[in-house]
């Protein structure tokens, strides 16, 4: 589909987030939500906003009313806003943090509201808010944002598929540009190139490939050394299209695998073990077990990690035992699921795929995934 | 018209950077800030921030990446070396040249679990009852974290890294120009490749290709090419009732004459760049878009005239508005001008909402380095809109670009 103008997310979508983040602030009985995390904003409103690179610090982005379902977002123009969020309702950039205040404090229900929940600050806005919202007391966003977004929608499941089909085209692309003498620096820019190609210019990550180590289980050198014959070359490939991201992660060895089957196949069994830990109900720590079932070390990054508008539950990784045993895998939930094995002298192989969690068990939801189905 | 170098050479930015001096010059600053503010420590969340401190350079992600991997960094008073904890530990490209005791695992600190392991390690790090300021928190880190939430309300780090970086050493000075001459590469593909019937994303293909066969560490900001209306009444409502932009890119196809406002930015050793051009597509610019451009040269003439160490920023925005015929020559949701550096936009803001008081108390330093934005709008010939990087220096100014004004 080609886009040529900027449009909102789907009125159905919309809806549908929004109504369940209405219904975590009444059930948690807070009166307004103000978020400034980009994909919070993106959840609540369904506006598409210019994408920038790297963390930004809390700021009144987008703020929720619940008596009335009101949206009020930062944007100085309407194109892409939706049409439930009338012009009145829309606040422009500003430098002056007071410009805010003066902002939120003409929103309906700013001032009688009992109850803000936040999702993050800084020491400038937590003196700020309490100025606009002079009867509130200031509550954490997070538990009931996360209890609204960790399942997905099957509209969000298919916004998730068509982002990964984004990242399947350029990640293509990418592969069939590794050759000795290509570099790191350079595979990722062939990427960037084909997924804007197809449309979509926003992408997860920056760091495309890398010539995993064959001396240490983790380790990146520069991103200007050539590719040479028998490296094994990691991917990992993501797109954010229509806010929800995509990520995929293959290995490849530049003049074919015949030599390190071996380790392919031990990455194999180890991801048929995470795929089997992907059940609704468990503890999301069986998916640390699998690793050590499998006789393999932890991974240099997070084992799983939600797929969704930006931050998303589960998070999974050694770094957070307790978090993980916490943590159950709910029918809804869709993640990165990554199993990475490493040897000395070989080098890594790393498979990533996202994994959508149903009633009925675990579904892969890219075309070509990196461990062919079994038969089951 | 040639870029701004062909009459005025640069000639105190130095060609390399001696990138382990321009670390150590950092720290010393930030310790220097700290030290005025009688601060014991500085814990510091946002991305930029933690990579003015610590040196450390990573591609940046989407920012909804830095939930998961947010790296943070802690800085002592009495410590030369600022301590990191990066989801990246082994890693030659973070660049960083800490002890390795410094250097530490993840900490998650949107997970209460991430924030206990944090908090033990802070504790540790930190004396009883330390004077401690932050730049951001995650609720998580509010709710655990009794060690940085005492009575008083933690002092604003954000605001000692922006003190901190306001000038440019002569080793960042040759990083930003690297950062700038590499957008400057790969927009002169983007240029060649613009012709009718060339989609937005087309243009943004070619530019995220250029910018890492260039070198850059990352794109900063999903490139705009705005086809401006003619008329301002033809483009989407606002807040201010003026123009509206940066409206994003999208698979529309360029036609022939369309005018577009240019602006992209890059990151290169930590450094952001900043670029903004105005094109045509496919055809030479009319008469009166051509007087548009001479119009916007003399505003910016006339800021330059008056830009050096010393100046104010009210300075610059008065010479700008007499030379526009009394207007304000800049979109009211932004500035004349803005600082440049860690950040895509930063102190020093010059001409924004904080203010005319502000804009007259603000005085320009030798080392600063701002960006210059002016535009000129005639509603009928879709408006001009260049930007300009500059060193400020004691007597006056240096470029930091070198892009011709094709087609004007």
Not at chain 1, 58 to 77: D, E, I, K, M, Q
Not at chain 1, 84 to 104: K, Q, S
Not at chain 1, 231 to 236: G, S
Request: a negative charge; one cysteine or more; charged letters at 25%.
């Amino acid at each position: 589909m080609t886009v040529t103008e900027v449009l909102p997310d789907d009125a159905a979508l919309r809806a549908a987030r929004r109504a369940r983040v209405l219904a975590e602030l009444e059930a948690a009985g807070v009166d307004v939500l103000v978020v400034g995390r980009e994909g919070n904003a993106r959840y609540v409103s369904g506006a598409p906003r210019l994408w920038t690179a790297g963390s930004r610090a809390f700021g009144p982005g987008c703020v929720l009313v619940r008596a009335t379902g009101a949206v009020h977002l930062l944007s100085t123009w309407d194109e892409g806003i939706p049409d439930d969020i009338p012009h009145e309702r829309l606040y422009g950039i500003t430098f002056n943090t007071m410009n805010f205040v003066t902002v939120l404090q003409g929103i309906d229900g700013a001032a009688t509201a009992r109850s803000v929940a936040t999702d993050g600050l800084t020491p400038s806005f937590s003196r700020l808010l309490p100025m606009a919202f002079p009867s509130a007391e200031l509550v954490d966003g997070e538990p009931l944002l996360r209890r609204a977004r960790r399942s997905k929608t099957p509209g969000e499941v298919d916004a998730i598929r068509a982002s990964v089909r984004v990242a399947e085209g350029a990640l293509a692309t990418a592969e069939a540009a590794l050759a000795p003498g290509v570099t790191e620096r350079q595979l990722t820019g062939v990427f960037m190139e084909a997924m804007a190609a197809s449309g979509v210019t926003t992408p997860a990550g920056q760091d495309v490939a890398w010539i995993t180590s064959r001396e240490r289980p983790w380790h990146r050198a520069s991103r200007d050394v050539p590719v040479a014959p028998g490296d094994l070359v990691a991917f990992e490939a993501g797109a954010i299209s229509a806010g929800y991201a995509g990520e995929l992660g293959r290995t490849r060895a530049v003049d074919g695998d015949g030599h390190v089957r071996a380790l392919f196949d031990r990455c194999g069994e180890l991801w048929d073990r995470l795929l089997d830990a992907c059940r609704p109900g468990a503890p999301a720590s069986d998916l640390l077990d699998a690793y050590d079932a499998a006789g393999v070390p932890a991974p240099p990054m997070p084992v799983a990690r939600g797929l969704g508008l930006g931050f998303d539950l589960p998070l999974v990784t050694h770094e957070l035992p307790r978090t993980a045993a916490e943590q159950r895998l709910e029918a809804g939930m869709v993640f990165a699921l990554a199993a990475y094995v490493w040897e000395e002298g070989v080098g890594a192989v790393y498979g990533q795929d996202p994994v959508a969690v149903t009633a009925s068990g675990p579904e892969v939801l890219s075309t070509k995934p990196f461990r062919k189905a079994r038969s089951r | 018209m040639p870029g701004l170098m062909a009459s005025a050479p640069s000639t105190r930015i130095p060609p390399t950077a001696d990138l382990a001096r321009m670390h150590r010059e950092r720290a010393e600053r930030v310790r220097q800030v700290m030290a005025d503010q009688g601060l014991d420590a500085l814990v510091l969340m946002g991305n930029t921030n933690v990579a003015y401190a610590t040196g450390a350079v990573w591609p940046l992600a989407d920012s909804g990446r830095a939930g998961f991997e947010q790296p943070v960094a802690v800085v002592l008073a009495h410590d030369e070396w600022p301590h990191l904890f990066s989801p990246v530990r082994e890693d030659d490209r973070l660049r960083v040249e800490l002890p390795p005791d410094h250097l530490h695992g993840p900490v998650y600190l949107d997970f209460d679990e991430g924030v206990q392991r944090f908090a033990a390690h802070l504790a540790e790090l930190v004396p009883h009852k330390a004077r401690i300021a932050i730049d951001e928190w995650t609720n998580a880190l509010r709710r655990e974290h009794s060690i940085l939430f005492t009575a008083d309300a933690p002092a604003d780090g954000g605001k000692m890294i922006s003190r901190a970086k306001l000038t440019k050493t002569p080793d960042e000075l040759s990083c930003m120009r690297e950062s700038l001459r590499i957008t400057e590469r790969a927009i002169a593909e983007v240029q060649e490749h613009l012709a009718p019937g060339v989609r937005q994303t087309d243009l943004t293909a070619t530019f995220l290709r250029s910018i890492f066969d260039a070198g850059a560490d990352a794109n900063v900001l999903d490139p705009i090419w705005q086809v401006m209306p003619l008329r301002m009444a033809d483009g989407p409502w606002t807040t201010t009732g003026d123009l509206a932009c940066p409206l994003l890119s999208t698979e529309r196809a360029l036609a022939e004459g369309d005018v577009l406002w240019v602006d992209t930015g890059v990151s290169y050793a930590g450094f952001h760049s900043d670029f903004g051009r105005t094109w045509v597509v496919g055809r030479a610019p009319t008469a009166r878009q051509r007087t548009q451009f001479d119009r916007w040269r003399a505003i910016m003439d006339a800021v330059l005239d008056v830009t050096r160490a010393g100046a104010t920023a009210a300075d610059l925005t008065g010479a700008a508005t007499a030379a526009a015929g009394g207007v304000k020559p800049w979109m009211p949701h932004f500035y004349l001008g803005h600082g440049l550096g860690i950040d895509s936009a930063e102190m020093p803001y010059v001409g924004s909402d904080i203010g005319e008081a502000f804009d007259a108390s603000l005085v320009l330093a030798a080392g600063m380095v701002l960006v210059l934005e002016p535009i000129v709008w005639d509603d009928g010939a879709a408006g001009y809109r260049s930007e300009e990087v500059l060193l400020i220096t004691e007597d006056g100014w240096e470029p930091m670009t070198d892009y011709p004004y094709d087609p004007f």
